[in-house]
């Protein structure tokens, strides 16, 4: 069984930075898409970022400039560089990566169970 854990989450002023990891585990055929997306209190789970496995990026526009996603493909591993970091980053940071277990197999939608990021005014 695959897992996704996310790590290097906290409390951090504004302005500060944090570089979150996700690191993956089980059998992994190969990995399409890994992402980071964020859910807020009350509000709906939003994409932040997200990265092929030949390295194009995609971000959301509020991050655009601030955050770096990057990948390790040899460690089947995603991270989140966030500098600059507001109030309103402040969230659940999720890990996704869209992956096939076996040659020709189907594709999963994994997901970790988050990393909490508290930015504070």
């Known amino acids: 069984q695959v897992q996704l854990v996310e790590s290097g989450g906290g409390l951090v002023q504004s302005g500060g930075s944090l570089r979150l990891s996700c690191a993956t585990s089980?059998?992994?055929?190969?990995?399409?898409?890994m992402a980071w997306y964020r859910q807020a209190p009350g509000k709906q789970r939003e994409l932040v970022a997200s990265?092929?496995?030949?390295?194009?990026?995609n971000y959301a526009d509020s991050v655009k400039g601030r955050f770096t996603i990057s990948r390790d493909n040899a460690k089947n591993t995603v991270y989140l560089q966030m500098n600059s970091l507001k109030p309103e980053d402040t969230a659940v940071y999720y890990c996704?990566?869209?992956?096939?277990?076996?040659?020709?197999?189907?594709?999963?939608?994994?997901w970790g169970q988050g990393t909490q990021v508290t930015v504070s005014s």
């Open positions: 996704n990566a869209d992956l096939r277990t076996r040659y020709r197999g189907p594709l999963f939608d994994s």
């Open positions: 089980g059998t992994i055929f190969s990995i399409n898409v």
């Open positions: 990265i092929t496995s030949d390295g194009t990026t």
